[in-house]
């Protein structure tokens, strides 16, 4: 296996799945697991487009954490940092869905939220062979959450900075992780002053800047080098180098809307690290970095699960093909 170039750290757990559609958590028949995480979603669909990808993150030692690295390990995702804990279970997410297949997450069962195995992520195992080939590290928050993996996020921060990686942050922020909004709040922008990227849901850019407008975000925060403001059907917003703008989604018929955010993540980082930094100062190498981004978020939303549906690159370019992009 090639040395991962991108390094995801944070959760990899079973979102649970409703089966039947429109209900609440307690009218629910039956649940379909799927495997899921922002981050592993990340890494798995970087190595589906061709980019080799790391996953970093804790399990439990029991079935699901089993299947779970399985699984990274059948897609070719580099496991090296995968942690596994002797108590702690690996997370499961119970996800309801409304009519049109649209997620709300609706809890962990039997569990509460700081007793899963992602939580007990351990900084001082982080292994740093794999930042010294690295080139991007791309991190959520949900790990700020907790006080071992949140140290964890910051080991893993300073070793970013000291073999010069990029870091990408995705707040990809979830309340029914968090005990106080306001201490999300201040967590996830205490960690923005480090980070080179940022990807933000348009709720999320609402939340923490008060503006949806990537430009205005990315003056505040003046060290920071693009701004991804995404919008679901209604597309995304960009403030790449110098170039800003806006591209619609593409229409498809959407099955599931479960990690389209994190394939499209994938899919700029993936562009991003075949054109180099310096290709954002080009206004329509930008603009196709970012319409190959909305591609593979797309095509995500298609079939059921994450990692199941996202596309391949081949897949993707005959996608934009006939797309006329």
Not at 67 to 76: I, N
Not at 132 to 146: M, N, P, R
Request: charge should be negative.
């Amino acid at each position: 296996m090639s040395n991962p170039r991108v390094l995801c750290l944070g959760e990899i757990l079973f979102d649970c799945l409703a089966d039947q559609l429109g209900l609440e958590l307690e009218e629910v028949k039956s649940w379909t697991p799927y495997p899921g995480g922002a981050p592993a979603n990340v890494a798995c669909a970087l190595v589906k487009l061709g980019t080799p990808a790391g996953f970093i993150g804790a399990v439990g030692e029991d079935e699901p954490g089993n299947t779970l690295v399985k699984l990274l390990q059948e897609v070719g995702v580099d496991t090296t940092g995968v942690q596994r804990h002797p108590t702690a279970p690996t997370r499961q997410v119970y996800v309801v869905r409304d009519l049109a297949g649209d997620r709300n997450f609706a809890g962990f069962g039997e569990y509460d939220t700081s007793e899963f195995a992602d939580t007990r992520l351990q900084a001082k195992q982080l292994p740093h062979s794999l930042f010294q080939e690295a080139d991007f590290l791309v991190l959520g928050t949900l790990e700020l959450a907790y006080p071992e993996s949140e140290e964890a996020i910051y080991r893993a921060l300073e070793l970013a900075e000291q073999y010069d990686l990029k870091i990408i942050l995705d707040v990809n922020w979830r309340p029914v992780f968090w005990e106080d909004a306001n201490i999300a709040r201040q967590k996830i922008q205490e960690i923005l002053k480090r980070v080179d990227f940022l990807k933000l849901s348009k709720e999320e850019a609402e939340w923490l800047f008060d503006t949806t407008d990537p430009g205005a975000i990315t003056y505040r925060l003046a060290s920071i080098d693009g701004v991804l403001v995404t919008d679901g059907e209604h597309g995304c917003a960009y403030c790449l180098g110098e170039n800003e703008g806006k591209l619609p989604s593409f229409p498809v018929s959407v099955v599931d809307t479960t990690g389209a955010g994190d394939s499209f993540l994938a899919g700029f980082i993936h562009q991003l690290s075949q054109h180099g930094i310096h290709g954002l100062q080009d206004a329509e190498t930008a603009k196709h970095i970012v319409a190959y981004a909305n591609a593979v978020g797309a095509l995500t939303t298609i079939k059921p699960g994450a990692i199941a549906s996202q596309p391949t690159s081949a897949e993707i370019e005959a996608f934009l093909a006939s797309h006329q992009f």
